[in-house]
């Protein structure tokens, strides 16, 4: 039974993580923030930004219509016989904008 516990933990984690990070990005989505301030702000928390523009015009005239979690890369460690251990090594978010 503990065989299927813990991946059904793991599984539900990150489902409240990705829901949890959906509504931080509707919150920006309606915010006047200048793209460069959050894209910086992004980039400083760790993350590799790709910005999505529709548009021309140049990116301070743009509005953020969303942010989206990107792929994540991780390696897994389980030398010295200890339990595995995580580490993530990149994080790519994704900021949509319309200009």
């Known amino acids: ?5 813990i991946p059904a933990l793991a599984v539900g984690a990150m489902a409240t ?5 959906a509504h931080a990005a509707a919150a920006d989505a309606a915010s006047s923030t ?20 529709i548009g021309a015009v140049t990116l301070s005239t743009c509005t953020i ?13 389980s030398r010295g ?4 251990a995580e580490t993530i090594t990149a994080k790519t978010v994704l900021v949509d904008v319309a200009c």
Do not use: K
């Open 17 to 21: 993580a990705a829901l949890g990070f």
């Open 81 to 84: 016989g200890s339990s595995p």
């Open 34 to 53: 200048q793209v460069q301030d959050r894209v910086r702000n992004l980039e400083a928390s760790g993350y590799h930004v790709i910005v999505n523009r």
């Open 65 to 77: 219509t969303s942010v989206r979690p990107g792929q994540t890369f991780s390696t897994v460690d």
């Open 1 to 5: 039974m503990n065989l299927y516990l």
